[in-house]
């Protein structure tokens, strides 16, 4: 299967959408999710890197998404950006 | 007239200024093969995370792109970016944390995430040309409860 961060990205926002959303927004607000785009398993942590450490240490070569609970975006940026490309993993 | 910041029982790291005028400091990325190398990255604070580096330089350092995660951009658009787990060494500490893959050759940019996980003041004074990092002061621990005075009800029967 050929991954695109997009792919990779719009599996992951569909796996958290439809089956940890409504629960996670209740009981993790603000915590980091880390799903793995394979199995659909989550892993919740109070950092980032603490959830995808512990996804790594289940699936070494897991393709991941990460997801701050509640909020758009994990992180902010202080530019934007209009030209914006794809590429192949 | 500026006399210069206190600097008793404090480690400054000295940064300098890119031809753009921004704060820049002298970092090293590692990844899973552990190699160093080194970068200069300019201190954002307007960006929220660790570590942002453009693709062509995660592929020598060895980073496995394996993530994505949304960030916000400024303008409250959000955008998919490429993410790893990788290492800066800064100040003879290393910190692990997430790395954001940026597909333009951009700058390399450490964020808030950067100065909470190396524990550092930024100084910034671009009138005399100082861009300097101190440990952070530790927060006073929080004072304890003040036990409130035992309340006497009163007697019932004088």
């Known amino acids: ?89 | 007239m500026f006399t210069g910041w206190d600097t008793r029982n404090t480690t400054i790291v000295n940064g300098s200024y890119n031809p753009s005028g921004n704060p820049t400091i002298a970092i090293e990325v590692s990844g899973p093969l552990g190699n160093l190398f080194p970068f200069t990255a300019m201190l954002d604070t307007g960006f929220s995370g660790f570590l942002l580096l453009p693709i062509l330089d995660a592929f020598p350092i060895g980073l496995l792109l394996q993530g994505t995660m949304p960030i916000t951009l400024a303008d409250g658009s959000t955008q998919t970016k490429l993410t790893c787990l990788g290492s800066i060494h800064f100040d003879g500490a290393e910190e692990i944390g997430i790395i954001i893959i940026e597909w333009q050759n951009t700058d390399v940019l450490v964020g808030m995430e950067f100065l909470r996980r190396f524990k550092k003041e930024l100084r910034v004074d671009p009138i005399n040309g100082l861009v300097e990092l101190v440990n952070a002061p530790v927060p006073a621990a929080a004072p304890a409860p003040v036990q409130p005075p035992p309340v006497n009800p009163p007697n019932p029967n004088p």
Request: hydrophobic share 35%; proline share 7%.
């Open chain 1, 1 to 89: 299967m050929t991954k695109t961060p997009n792919s990779i990205a719009e599996k992951g926002e569909a796996l958290y959408r439809e089956k940890y959303q409504a629960e996670y927004e209740v009981k993790y607000p603000g915590k980091y999710l880390a799903i793995d785009v394979t199995t659909a398993k989550p892993f919740v942590a109070d950092t980032p890197e603490d959830a995808i450490e512990n996804l790594l240490r289940e699936n070494p070569a897991a393709y991941y998404h990460i997801v701050r609970i509640g909020a758009p975006g994990v992180y902010r940026v202080g530019y934007a950006q209009h030209d914006y490309r794809e590429w192949v993993l």
